[in-house]
């Protein structure tokens, strides 16, 4: 059975429940309540599973803090033994949007401190969906920025996002990460970003 890992980054604890930088953890978590599966405390973070038609599909929330996000995915690609190419890490981004995604195959980890140590791990040869949040701080703000919490017309806002991401991980299982692309991001504000 080929199986798929799907990481959602994120700090774990309350205190970090609902914050910007937990919006990886919060499409999981809508992915897992549309799945009816529940997560589990497992070595290096939280897990819950899946079959997509005949594929094993495995969502992973590291319980290592952001910034050691490479252990759990390196650790749980290992111990299942799937391949990179069927690797997908959700963050967050602050050079897109609110409600703007970009989904790629590769590419740099854009200095967000998850994606730049799964690279350090694992290099840069994994697919990834960006969910933007914003940038909407004064100079020196980010961190602030990143660590706060979503309002309650930014969650609105976010959410139709969030149900589209649900839906890009069931095409990335079943119809590969290209196509997955060409269909979705599109849908994104295409926007120029920073980063690009």
């Given at each position: 059975?080929?199986k798929?890992l799907?990481?959602?980054?994120?700090?774990?604890?309350?205190?970090y429940?609902?914050?910007?930088?937990?919006?990886?953890?919060?499409?999981?978590?809508a992915?897992?309540?549309?799945?009816?599966?529940?997560?589990?405390?497992?070595?290096?973070?939280?897990?819950?599973?899946?079959?997509?038609?005949?594929?094993?599909?495995?969502?992973?929330?590291?319980s290592?803090?952001?910034?050691l996000?490479?252990?759990?995915?390196?650790?749980?690609?290992?111990?299942?033994n799937i391949?990179q190419?069927?690797?997908?890490?959700?963050?967050?981004?602050?050079a897109?949007?609110?409600?703007?995604?970009?989904?790629k195959g590769?590419?740099?980890?854009?200095?967000?401190?998850?994606?730049?140590?799964?690279?350090?791990?694992?290099?840069?040869?994994?697919?990834?969906?960006?969910?933007?949040?914003?940038?909407?701080?004064?100079?020196?703000?980010?961190?602030?920025?990143?660590?706060?919490?979503?309002s309650?017309e930014?969650?609105?806002?976010?959410?139709?996002?969030?149900?589209?991401?649900?839906d890009?991980?069931?095409?990335?299982?079943?119809?590969?990460?290209?196509?997955?692309?060409?269909?979705?991001?599109?849908?994104?504000k295409?926007?120029?970003?920073?980063r690009?």
């Amino acid at each position: 059975m080929d199986k798929y890992l799907i990481v959602g980054l994120g700090n774990v604890g309350d205190e970090y429940d609902q914050t910007r930088h937990n919006t990886g953890f919060m499409v999981l978590d809508a992915f897992a309540k549309a799945s009816n599966i529940c997560f589990e405390d497992k070595r290096y973070g939280f897990i819950a599973e899946t079959t997509l038609k005949g594929r094993k599909v495995i969502l992973l929330k590291p319980s290592t803090y952001m910034n050691l996000s490479g252990n759990a995915v390196r650790y749980w690609l290992t111990k299942e033994n799937i391949d990179q190419k069927r690797l997908l890490v959700i963050s967050d981004d602050v050079a897109l949007p609110l409600g703007d995604f970009r989904l790629k195959g590769s590419g740099s980890n854009g200095g967000h401190n998850g994606l730049g140590h799964i690279q350090q791990l694992i290099g840069q040869n994994y697919a990834r969906l960006r969910m933007g949040i914003g940038n909407e701080y004064a100079r020196g703000g980010q961190i602030d920025w990143v660590l706060g919490r979503y309002s309650e017309e930014e969650q609105k806002e976010l959410q139709p996002s969030i149900d589209i991401a649900v839906d890009i991980i069931k095409s990335f299982v079943l119809a590969g990460i290209d196509i997955t692309m060409n269909q979705y991001n599109k849908l994104g504000k295409r926007t120029k970003t920073k980063r690009e």
